[in-house]
């Protein structure tokens, strides 16, 4: 799915919500028939981190951890094993076999928003919740960022809930939802 909205449409407070950034001060979100929103802080950490990845326009990216060490993060700050088919799978997959030892001021736009990508999906959530990942790629790299998310849709069977103004990129998604004023129309 992929949302298409406008500027002050109210569409990061909506994937803030969706994700269990922001709490609501009325209404419900219900993920996989719960509504996350009765969680506890803890629980919805915990939430967060294993059933939700984020992927930022600006991706992010912490200055002094390598490519692999951003990827995993995700890992270590809820103690689990990385496994290592897994991160190297996922390397492979958004092209970043030969920087995975870079730091994010070393590598492209296109290199630091795969990683942030891949940050976003080492946990194989759920849902992926993209705000504008491809706002400051050129096209070559937003093509390449778009054909990943579409992946990890089909073979890590993802959701995929997607921001943009762009709508050749919207062209791709299977559905288009539009928000204009805080309304979907």
Same mark, same amino acid.
């Given at each position: 799915?992929?949302?298409?909205?406008?500027?002050?449409?109210?569409?990061?407070?909506?994937?803030?919500?969706?994700?269990?950034?922001?709490?609501?001060?009325?209404?419900?979100?219900?993920?996989?028939?719960?509504?996350?929103?009765?969680?506890?802080?803890?629980?919805?950490?915990?939430?967060?981190?294993?059933?939700?990845?984020?992927?930022?326009?600006?991706?992010? /990216?912490?200055?002094?951890? &390598?490519? *692999?060490? #951003?990827? !995993?993060?995700?890992?270590?700050?809820? %103690?689990?094993? +990385?496994?290592?088919?897994?991160?190297?799978?996922?390397?492979?997959?958004?092209?970043?076999?030969?920087?995975?030892?870079?730091?994010?001021?070393?590598?492209?736009?296109?290199?630091?928003?795969?990683?942030?990508?891949?940050?976003?999906?080492?946990?194989?959530?759920?849902?992926?919740?993209?705000?504008?990942?491809?706002?400051?790629?050129?096209?070559?790299?937003?093509?390449?960022?778009?054909? /990943?998310?579409?992946?990890? &849709?089909? *073979?890590? #069977?993802? !959701?995929?809930?997607?921001?943009?103004? %762009?709508?050749? +990129?919207?062209?791709?998604?299977?559905?288009?939802?539009?928000?204009?004023?805080?309304?979907?129309?």
């Amino acid at each position: 799915m992929q949302l298409l909205v406008h500027h002050g449409s109210g569409k990061s407070t909506l994937l803030h919500l969706i994700g269990g950034v922001d709490r609501p001060t009325s209404g419900k979100v219900f993920i996989d028939g719960k509504d996350i929103y009765k969680f506890n802080d803890e629980q919805l950490a915990i939430f967060r981190r294993r059933q939700v990845g984020l992927i930022y326009q600006f991706y992010n /990216l912490i200055p002094i951890l &390598n490519v *692999e060490e #951003n990827i !995993t993060l995700p890992l270590k700050l809820d %103690n689990k094993d +990385i496994n290592e088919k897994r991160l190297n799978d996922l390397i492979k997959l958004l092209g970043l076999e030969k920087r995975r030892n870079h730091l994010p001021n070393e590598l492209s736009g296109g290199q630091q928003q795969r990683t942030s990508i891949g940050r976003a999906m080492i946990t194989n959530p759920a849902i992926i919740l993209a705000d504008e990942p491809t706002g400051n790629l050129d096209s070559r790299a937003s093509d390449e960022i778009v054909e /990943l998310l579409r992946k990890s &849709n089909k *073979e890590y #069977n993802q !959701t995929i809930v997607m921001i943009t103004h %762009n709508m050749e +990129i919207a062209k791709y998604a299977d559905r288009i939802i539009k928000i204009e004023d805080g309304k979907m129309i």
